[in-house]
T-cell receptor, first 112, second 110 residues
């Protein structure tokens, strides 16, 4: 059975801090690892990683994948209150266009 | 705006009642999915459809049925609702590079 595990379950930090969110996976025929941000409603896409060691960046957010050790991390630097959300990690057998297995998420709260 | 539209947004059912959750996408994608999201459980796949005319079970299909009416529409039916089906339901579609989700349906079964 495919499995994606995220840690920590929740995290509370002060504005301006840097945070690291973790995701480990066991997915049959794994090819891609995706990160989503979920505020009050539907998850929104952040990154998709398919190759080991290549960092994807978007502003203050970055992510890297380790296919040998079967994990990914999501870093957020200089956190802002708008970063408060649940961050979801998902693994799949193709490039994000087939069924995904999701982790339970990390709830990040940024204190002003 | 292109995207995924789900209806209704909220619904309260009594145990044993039936209902259909509707989902439509205007992104011309082949694949569509139904997930449920429960506290502490993450998103779990109920059913998916890789293309018009095909449907397959996901991780938690019991108590649900689906219909892929055409390329745009993928509906989820609860024939006899149970309290265990209280959840938030998301429809999604994808071509490449990740899912686009609908805004969700919050369903409560009492």
């Amino acid at each position: 059975e495919d499995k994606v595990v995220q840690s920590p379950l929740s995290l509370v930090v002060h504005e301006g801090d840097t945070v690291t969110l973790n995701c480990s996976y066991e997915v049959t025929n794994f090819r891609s690892l995706l990160w989503y941000k979920q505020e009050k409603k539907a998850p929104t896409f952040l990154f998709m990683l398919t190759s080991s060691g290549i960092e994807k960046k978007s502003g203050r957010l970055s992510s890297i994948l380790d296919k040998k050790e079967l994990f990914s991390i999501l870093n957020i630097t200089a956190t802002q209150t708008g970063d408060s959300a649940v961050y979801l990690c998902a693994g799949g057998p193709n490039f994000g266009n087939e069924k995904l297995t999701f982790g339970t998420g990390t709830r990040l709260t940024i204190i002003p | 705006n292109a995207g995924v539209t789900q209806t209704p947004k909220f619904q309260v059912l009594k145990t044993g009642q039936s209902m259909t959750l509707q989902c439509a996408q205007d992104m011309n994608h082949n694949s569509m999915y139904w997930y449920r999201q429960d506290p502490g459980m993450g998103l779990r796949l109920i059913y998916y459809s890789a293309s018009e005319g095909t449907t397959d079970k996901g991780e938690v299909p019991n108590g649900y049925n689906v219909s892929r009416l055409n390329k745009r529409e993928f509906s989820l039916r609860l024939e006899s609702a149970a309290p265990s089906q209280t959840s938030v339901y998301f429809c999604a579609t994808t071509a490449n590079y990740g899912y686009t989700f609908g805004s969700g349906t919050r369903l409560t079964v009492v």
